[in-house]
């Protein structure tokens, strides 16, 4: 088994891991979490959006697949229904879980989805941003 596929195997296990802590914290009763940076301006987006970002980088990276040409344009074509169903993945988890807030005692904001669609989409962004550079820095590198 190559270093790519262990690799491609861990991304995985944290990708489903952030997925798992996400919803669990986004599905607690908001009594039981307490966040450090309550006194930080819109907090609870930046926080959303941090781990909507985490989280569609993690799944991007490990669905993602390196093309033969260290271009952006072969990267993303290469990877375009990737790209998609990683933001729509990121973003139908995000809104679920918006929808299953009420019946956990949180509420329901528009503006938490927004966020996380924000997250999901910068992560998916700087995945690709983190692809190329890695296609150009080690261009006979079997593919990732």
């Known amino acids: 088994m190559s270093r790519f596929h262990l690799l491609?195997?861990?991304?995985?296990?944290?990708?489903?891991?952030?997925m798992g802590a996400v919803t669990y914290l986004s599905l607690v009763?908001?009594?039981?979490v307490s966040s450090p940076f309550?006194?930080?301006p819109y907090e609870d987006k930046i926080l959303h959006a941090g781990a909507y970002?985490?989280?569609s980088f993690l799944l991007f990276l490990s669905?993602?697949?390196r093309p033969r040409h260290n271009t952006f344009r072969a990267l993303y074509k290469e990877n375009r229904k990737r790209v998609v169903s990683s933001f729509a993945l990121t973003v139908i988890l995000?809104?679920?879980i918006e929808i299953l807030q009420p019946l956990t005692g949180r509420s329901m904001e528009l503006l938490d989805a927004v966020a996380d669609a924000s997250g999901a989409l910068a992560g998916i962004?700087?995945?690709?941003?983190?692809l190329e550079i890695y296609a150009r820095r080690y261009p006979h590198h079997a593919q990732l």
């Open 8 to 18: 491609r195997i861990l991304l995985r296990i944290l990708t489903a891991g952030m």
């Open 29 to 32: 009763p908001s009594l039981q």
């Open 38 to 40: 309550r006194f930080v």
């Open 53 to 55: 970002f985490v989280m």
């Open 63 to 65: 669905l993602a697949h």
């Open 94 to 96: 995000g809104i679920v």
């Open 125 to 130: 962004a700087v995945a690709l941003f983190v």
